[in-house]
DNA sequence: CTAGACGCCTGCGGGC
DNA sequence: TGCCCGCAGGCGTCTA
């Protein structure tokens, strides 16, 4: 389900339910995912949650005495339920709280990560070498030209590299790349400083029209109330091959880049 | 350091 | 109707 649009829209949809409500029980259904549910997360019972934040796609429930991480890796779903609500296939976990209402924690793949992270700990260096937010003023012109110097890596793989900005995944980067004009095939090294900066600046107003429309449902993304995103009919590009460029009617292209796969405008879009 | 391949999982849609 | 195949929004890990 996520890339960074859909877990911010999470993060939007859980935060009134669970800021400063108290934690009543832990439930850990089934522990297997990306790596095991560390039991060490029973510890937040009692506590209130503190904030809700976001890093990449990472969403940080923070509690007096370190925060739970959790990932929704490919499938993922966190839903606030009623306590009766009952438990369907692939529940993973719950954090149940004392006004009744349950986050719930769903993940048919298993990608996806449920952590405890003791106050300013960070022991799998998950988050501290991720690039910067790409809404964050950290992300700003001429960061991607200083970062692109030298890379021979096609354009496109760059962008999905957290190390260089977090949070830009498969779909919004075909958005972004057929919006700026630029192919996804295109030597990251050898694109000028100013189509990089106006690529900055798309990839911006692509993410942030997708955390408005409630983000991109393909077909199993909903919001924390279980209503879709509307992000999809927006798409140009993604889930487009075959079918006519929205600009020019040229017939959009498909190709295999890093095993995912890139959609193009072989007219719009140049190197 | 960079770049590329691989693996982890289940579910679903398309083709036969 | 059923089976098989390929593909799916991510990303850590390993090799060269």
Redesign the pocket.
Known sequence: ????P?VEVCRLGISPHIIAQTVSKVTIRDS?L?WPIPDEIHSVVGLQVLGVDRR???LLLRFKTGTLLL?????GTIRIIEHDTPIV??DHFDLAFQHGKVLRFND????G?VLWLANDEDK???LS??GPEPLSDDFSQGYLFH?AK?????IK??L????IV????????NEALFQAGILPTAK??AIDEQRLDRLTNIIKKVLSAAIAQG???????TQADGRP?YFAQSLMV??RAGQPCVTCQSKLQ?I?Q????SVFCPNCQQD
């Open positions: 389900m996520p890339e960074l859909e297997r990306r990449a796609k990472y990932h929704l890796g490919m499938s296939k692939h048919p793949r298993r990608f990560a799998l260096g998950l070498k991720l970062k030298n890379r021979k890596v096609p793989t760059f999905m590299n957290n190390h977090v949070g830009v995944g498969n779909i919004y980067a990251t090294g983000g991109t449902t393909l077909k199993d993304f995103g993604y889930g498909e295999r890093s095993n995912r796969s």
